[in-house]
Structures are given as C-alpha cells and as structure tokens.
C-alpha cells in the first residue's frame, strides 16, 4: 500500500434527524481523514454526496424503508477518488471517500469497514453520556477508525 | 532530639511521594549523575537539623516500619537489629506521639504483626516496610538504591534511625528534584510524600493544608502530629501541596468520592459508617492520608472538601483497609472499596446478578460531578461488552475509575487489568458470602443517609411497623425503600422538595424515579409516605404516557415483589384513581386531610408505587396482617406530619421533632433482630427473586411492546412525510 498521501479515507457520519418540522440537518458527527491537511475538501465531498445518498434512499422506496440495504455501494466517482455510502436503519449516514488510485480495495472489503463503523458507531450509542446528536469524541471509536484507515493505507 | 538522629530523620523521613511526575525524573537523572559521587561519599553520619515536624514525621515512619516484624524480603539480605543509642534517645523524644500514633493506627501495625508500639532501643526498621514505603516515594529504583547505600543502611546492613531518618531526607531530596547527595539533605526541604501504601502511610505534606480547615478533631492521634508538623513545616508543604495535586494515595481515592457524594447532604453517612466500621475507625491511619488526598485534588473543589472532610474522614476509615499486596497500585480494587462499590450498586439494583441500565448509571455518576466527556470515557472504558448497562463488576470498575479521577489520577488508555470484570468477577466471588452480613449494614446505612428528617419519620414509622414482622433486614430493605419513596415523593411534587430530598443521596434515585418498595411494609409505609406526598400529587396528575415511562424506568430497577400487584391494581385504578385525584386536588392543599381521603389518596401516587398502596395492602394483608393495625395508626401520625408537611416548604424544618426519637428505639430494636432475621430475610429474597423474574420478563414484555409501538409510529410519521424529505 502507499504511505504518501494516496489514500484518503473520509469518513463522515451524517445525521439527519428526522425532526417534526420541516427542517433537515445533515451534520458531521465524525470527520476523519488522512492526510488532514486535506479534511475541507473532503468536507465539501461528503456533503455534496449526501444528495446522492438521499436519492438512492429514496429510490428504493418506501415500502422497503425496513429492508433496504444498508450498504448504498459507491456514489459516485470522480477522478481522484470514490465515495462509498452506507445508511442505517436510524438515519445516520458513512461516507467513506477512497482515493481512486486504490485499486486493491474491493467492494466486500468496503463493507466490512462500513460493517465496523456500524458497529463502533452503535456501542457509542450504548454509552449513555453519549447523546446523540453529539460530536463523537470516544476513543475507542477513534481507535477503530485510525486502525482501519491504517490497515487500507 | 539528638542532632545525628534528627538531622539523618529530617531529611530522609521527610521524602513523600514524587509530587510531580518530572521530579523523579529529575531526581533520577540527578542522581544517575551524582550516584558515583554519593556512593563515594558513601555513609553521611552528619547531623542535619530536623524541623520538629519533620522529627515527628521521620520518627513516626520509623516507628511503622519498625513495628511489623522485620522479615521477609527487603532491601537488604540482613537485617540485624541493633540499638542506635541515637535512635532510642530520639524516639523518646517521639515516643509520645509516635506511641499515640502507632496505638492509633493497630491497621498497620496488625499487617505488620502487631509488634510493639515503639521503636524501643532494638530500633530497626523492618526492611519489607522500609523497601515499601521508599517504593511508595514513587521514586525509581535506581534512585532508591543510591539512597540507601547513601545513607548508610546497606553498609551497616540494617536500617536504624540513623539511617532511616537519612534515606527519608534523601528521598525528600530526591523528591524535590535534588542530586541524590549528602549535601542534598543539608538543607530545609519538604516532607516526603508517599504514595499509598499497604500500611497506609500518612502523607505528611498534605495535612498542612488541611489544618486550615480544622477539621480533624476526631482523629486526634495523627492529626495531634499533623498539627505539630504543619507549624514547623507550613512553608515548604505549601511548596509541595501544588505539586502534591495529581498524585493522590489510592485507597484514599473513595473517600474522596465518598466525600463528593457526602457533600450532597450524607450527614448520616458518617454515623450509619460510624456504626459499622467502629473497630476499622480505630485502626485507620488514613485521616492525614485522605486529608493528603483531599488536599491533592484540592483545586476544583476545596470547599466541598471542607465541608464533608470529616464525613469523607469516617467513610474513607473502612475503605481504606488494604488488604491487598499492591500498596501502589491505584487500579486494584481493596476490600472496603469493593464493599462500599457493592452496597451502592444495591442502591441501584438490588439484584446483583443484574444490571443497572445507562440512564440510571448516567444519573448516579453524573453526581460525581465529573465532566460529561470524562464520564462518557469512564462508561466506554468500563462498559466491556459495550451493551449499555453494567454489571456488577462494570459498575465496580466505573465506579472505581471515577473515584481514581476524582483525585485527580489520570484516566488510562485502556482498563487496567485489575479494573476487568472477569477478574472483578473472580475477585466478587468470595466476598459474596461477605456481603450477606453487610447487606443489614448497607441497608441501614442508606437508610442512615437520608439525611431528611421526614425519612427518618418514615424510617421510625417503617421500623416500628416491621419490629412485628419482617426481619430485620427486610425492613433496612424497607427503610431504604422507603425512604426512597419518601424522598422521591417528595421529590416528585415539589421542586423545593426535590432539591433538598432527593439531591442530597447518591443512594436515593433520582427525582424522576418512582421509589422501590420491596415488602408489604413498605407498601404500608408508601401509604404513609403517600399521606405525606398526598398534597403535592395534585400537582402531578399522571397520564398514562408518564406512567409507560415510569414504568420503562422501574424495569431497570427490580421492583418490588408486589410490584406486580400494583401494577394490575393501578391498572384497576387507573379511572378510579384519576378521579379521586381530582377531587383532591383541591383538598390536598389543605391541611385537614380526612383518613378517608387517605385511602383513595393513597392509591393513587404518580410515582405508581404509591397508588397501589390502599389496594395492594388489601390484597396483601395475608402476608402481612399484624402490620394492618399498625398502618393504620401511623396513618394518623402521617396525617399529622402530612399536615405539617405542606405548611413547610422545604418539608425538613416542619419535622416533628418527635418522630426523631422514634428511630432510636427502633434501631435498637432492628439491631437485636438482625441476626435471626438474615435467615428468613434470605428465604424471602429468594422467593421475592422468583416473583421479580418474573415480573422482570413480563415488564420485559411490556418494554417490547412499547418499543415496537415506537418503531411502528415512526415509520409512519416517515412515511408520511412528504418523498422531497428524507
């Protein structure tokens, strides 16, 4: 794998909680990338992606809200990397941005590391001191994140 | 005082535990440097001037590594005993208040052997507690050999007086980032600051800041000394004190948090303690330790330290016990702790093979005051299978990580291996059998820290009623039940109240928690206590939403074995209740409360556990029937305190004096009965634990439900809501 900035992983949840106005907020609970001095753009990626991950939930209807597929697949591709997006059940989105000179990373390996995410972002949920809502400070959390990212780089 | 003696103590005794983390580090290096110098110097028989503080200090170390038998493994291979003219002539000189201290501290002189009192003219200091406590300096090993060859112990081969009071003057040097040299110790430095250890050594530095608090009158030995050192050595323990802040003894760690929570109003805390860890009391020496440690985590909270040191004081007596071989390991867990960790988690959950949920857990260590994202680090690192509740062992190692924060330990990067809760598990097995005794204990004890008046009527109330039936042991469970009901009742209602009740308890659950009656009698007492909180219920009409709340909220605590009862009989009375209520509302207010009123009052509660009160005890009375006329004679004493109730605001002030003697005589009586009743007491619980399964899996049932009905309203309101919005 390469050390130098070739790998960017972006990992971004997105909440948008369904309020009882009209008002939707998407807003980063987690952001993490490598290298960080890249983060802004990454910023602006995942936003913009998460138009795209609304179609998509959107497009499998309602009548599957309860059994669609978590893993949305990639989202789309430029030229310089692929957004991966995954939703769950409770409306918090991942987005993970790979550079697209990673070829090695394979669809099931994705899942698995959005399958991960998943995970540690439920046992956050579990910690009561957590709202949610909250940016996601825990370490563990973080750990994971850091070693998946190091494990892809 | 001998110049030799006092000179060679001063320094060497005066060494407590590396105030900060770059001392030793500093010490080491300086020393690494100076070791070949020192070495050469090799045995300092100068005479350094010694503060009386730091004579008494040295001296009363001294006399606890000299107490325990000088065997084992130490330092040195030998140890001869030999008399130091110097350090008999100075120990009796110290002898005074080395003897107060040692007959005040049997604690470590029991590990140690009981050995004698005084140093005596065969003065040597046990190795095995001379090596612990230069261990517990904190100070790296190398330093540590450099000092006693420095002082002379390892060319004599033993550590006499001399040499004592000389390795404790260089260990305070070392401490305060001093070469490892004769010349070191020459000159006015601080006490010695030792960290923890197995014979609760006192941090001597510390007390200094404390005394001006003045709060140690009940422990008159150490803090005598204390006293005496703090005049002598004020100057340079406020130097120390800043650097003293994050390294605090751990077992003094619960009483700090002990302290924490006492500050939340645990009068009582102190005596229920009191009375149960009499004979510790006598063995603590920890006073001056946990004043260390109050005073090494003095900056945020200096005021609560002063206020609840004495009540921290007595609580930390029993918990200090050590009965563990890891005098510095912050993260094991002693007896005591394990003990206090126990009888706080059957404050939340009677059940110890079950679980406290996260809300009730985030209430409980949200009292710690602690920051949220500290406590939410504490959770996750606590939290092993992540499944948002804690065990036993969970609950220990959170509580434990808590406390270890609160004296300003920093929190680890990962769960100590001691904090794990198989290995807590493992650890919980035998006390267990322990903990049966203690459970009268712990249940007195909560019941102890309610420090309301009105509790302490619903406990006389309570006591009475029970001395006719239940065990003794049942009615503490009620007692605390009770009280809790009370506190939350009151809690419920009145805003005032609720501030003043249910805040100052750990123990008691929090405001929005229904109180837990375990027994009939306590049942009975609801109806007193319902009485009480019958003029605020107006306030608080529940509807059927607040009670699935409350409800959801009792499935995390083990109810009461009636709770089944009240719930199909609330469920009975939900319409007959709910009128009732109306019509009370405006007579709750007054002070003329009928009896009759009281019965349909107390039916209905919105705490739920009080509505059932009339109609459980009707259904209830076979279990129960020599406590029916009891009941009802209370109730017109409940009317009257109901009465005076409302008329306070506060609810504290208006409390009859009278009911205050009422728990002494039922104390004595629950005591008389304790014995003969942990018997039937277990037989009950067991069969009580048949009931709560069972009523765990229906509430269970019912907590599905609720979820499911949840789950399906919101895919409703997703589905229709408009397709633009997601």
Known sequence: MRKKNKNKNNKNLNASWLKPYSLLQNYPLYIRSIPAEQELKFHYTVHTSLDVVDEKVSAMGKALVDQRELYLGLLYPTEDYKVYGYVTNSKVKFVMVVDSSNTALRDNEIRSMFRKLHNSYTDVMCNPFYNPGDRIHSRAFDNMVTSMMVQVC | MEPGAAAAVGTAGAVG??????????????????SAAAVSASYCPLPL????????????????????????????????????????????????????????????????GRGASLPGPAATAGANQVGDLFRASQLPAETLHQITELCGAKRVGYFGLTQFYVALKLIAAAQSGLPVQVESIKCELPLPQFMALKNDEIRYSNPTELHGMKCQIPYVTMEKNSFKRVDDGEKQQEKMSPIMSPVSSPPSSPSSY?????????????????????????????????????????????????????????????????NSNYPDDPWRITEEQREYYINQFKSLQPDLSSFISGSLAKNFFTKSKLTIPELSYIWELSDVDCDGALTLPEFCAAFHLIVARKNGYPLPESLPQTLQPDYLQTAFLKPKWDCALFDSYSESM????????????????????????????????????????????????KDLSVDTAAKPGLLPPPPALPPRPLMSQVLHHNTSNDSISQTKLPGQLPGYGDFRLLEQVLLTQIGCVWWNFREQIRKDNDLQTKEQIAEEKDLCQTEQVSEIELHPQLTRTPSQTEESGSPVKKDLPHTQPPSKPIRRKFRPENQVMENQEPSSVSGTSSVPTVPTVKPHASIQKQSSKQKKAIQTAIRKNKEANAVLARLNSELQQQLKEVHQERIALENQLEQLRPVTVL
Do not use: W
Request: with cysteine; hydrophobic share 25%; aromatic share 4%.
């Open chain 2, 17 to 34: 535990a590396a105030a900060s983390a770059g001392a030793p580090a500093a010490a080491a290096a300086a020393a690494a440097g100076a």
């Open chain 2, 49 to 112: 001037p010694l503060s009386d503080g730091e004579q008494q200090c040295y001296s009363e170390l001294f006399a606890r590594c000299c107490c325990a038998p000088a065997t084992s493994s130490s330092f040195f291979s030998s140890s001869s005993s030999s008399s130091s003219s110097s350090s008999s002539s100075s120990s009796s000189s110290s002898s005074s208040s080395s003897s107060s201290s040692s007959a005040g501290h049997p604690q470590p002189a029991a590990e140690l």
């Open chain 2, 446 to 493: 909560p019941v102890n820290q309610q420090p309301r008046d009105l509790n302490r009527i619903e406990k006389s109330s309570i006591k009475e009623k029970t001395d006719l039936t239940a065990p003794a042991q049942d009615v503490n469970i009620d007692d605390k039940q009770a009280l809790k009901i009370s506190s939350v009742d009151e809690a419920m209602p």
């Open chain 2, 258 to 322: 002990q302290r924490v929570p006492l500050t939340y109003g645990y009068g009582k805390l102190r005596s229920g303690m009191d009375q149960m860890h009499a004979a510790p009391y006598e063995t603590r020496q920890h006073t001056l330790q946990q004043e260390g440690s109050t005073s090494g985590s003095h900056g945020p909270k200096p005021t609560r330290r002063q206020t609840s040191l004495i009540q921290s004081l007595s609580v930390e007596r029993e918990p200090q016990e050590s």
